[in-house]
Antibody, heavy 122, light 105 residues
Framework: QVTLKESGPALVKPTQTLTLTCTFSGFSLGTSGMRVTWIRQPPGKALEWLARIDWDGTKFYSTSLQTRLTISKDTSKNQVVLTLTNVDPVDTATYYC??????????????WGQGTLVTVSS | DIQMTQSPSSLSASVGDRVTIICRASQTISRSLNWYQQKSGKAPKLLIYGASNLHSGVPSRFSGSGSGADFTLTISSLQPEDFATYYCQQSYGSVRTFGQGTKLE
């Protein structure tokens, strides 16, 4: 079955770079149509879409965060890595990775990781 | 980016009620609209994709409709386990975006 799990530091200091890893199983990012997305959710707030990487290596970023975000994949390890530079306390959030499935003309997030809480504080 | 606006932001309802949540896109998005349910402390779960397609395992009391820029999620008879926050998400643009959420209380 499909599973995803986020990993990374629970605490980072302001101005540092946050690196998160999504390790998944049950599908391959080498398969046409597969995509992995990162989403975050500050405490008590709404979901925010961050970035996506597609099976062919195409990448998309949130317009408001694109200068600070980098997404990459290691297909052989079934991993997707997200980096966020120059973090600030407002980046404190639960970070989720999710698989985006393609079905005909529909694209949706059908499997999600459990999320990892990252706190930015000195 | 395409902006998604949900209404209401919160909704008070009772078991057995029929509930409707609205989601409006800042431009036409055809039927590229998904709905998710999130319970406290948990990851969101997919309910509906493509505006009206029920995801596998989702109870039939959930339904979605709409096209273009206006969409609705309806719960025909609210059950105790349905009290949660609901999010719409557009998958029309390459940069996907979520609505701000509707908390069902």
């Amino acid at each position: 079955q499909v599973t995803l799990k986020e990993s990374g530091p629970a605490l980072v200091k302001p101005t540092q770079t946050l690196t998160l890893t999504c390790t998944f199983s049950g599908f391959s990012l080498g398969t046409s149509g597969m995509r992995v997305t990162w989403i975050r959710q500050p405490p008590g707030k709404a979901l925010e879409w961050l970035a996506r990487i597609d099976w062919d290596g195409t990448k998309f970023y949130s317009t408001s965060l694109q200068t600070r975000l980098t997404i990459s994949k290691d297909t052989s390890k079934n991993q997707v890595v997200l980096t966020l530079t120059n973090v600030d306390p407002v980046d404190t959030a639960t970070y989720y990775c999710a698989r985006e499935k393609t079905l005909s003309v529909n694209y949706y997030l059908d499997y999600w990781g459990q999320g990892t809480l990252v706190t930015v504080s000195s | 980016d395409i902006q998604m606006t949900q209404s209401p932001s919160s909704l008070s309802a009772s078991v057995g009620d029929r509930v409707t949540i609205i989601c409006r896109a800042s431009q036409t998005i055809s039927r590229s609209l998904n709905w998710y349910q999130q319970k406290s402390g948990k990851a969101p779960k997919l309910l509906i994709y493509g505006a009206s397609n029920l995801h596998s395992g989702v109870p039939s009391r959930f339904s979605g409709s709409g096209s273009g820029a206006d969409f609705t999620l309806t719960i025909s008879s609210l059950q105790p386990e349905d009290f949660a926050t609901y999010y719409c998400q557009q998958s029309y643009g390459s940069v996907r975006t979520f609505g701000q959420g509707t908390k069902l209380e």
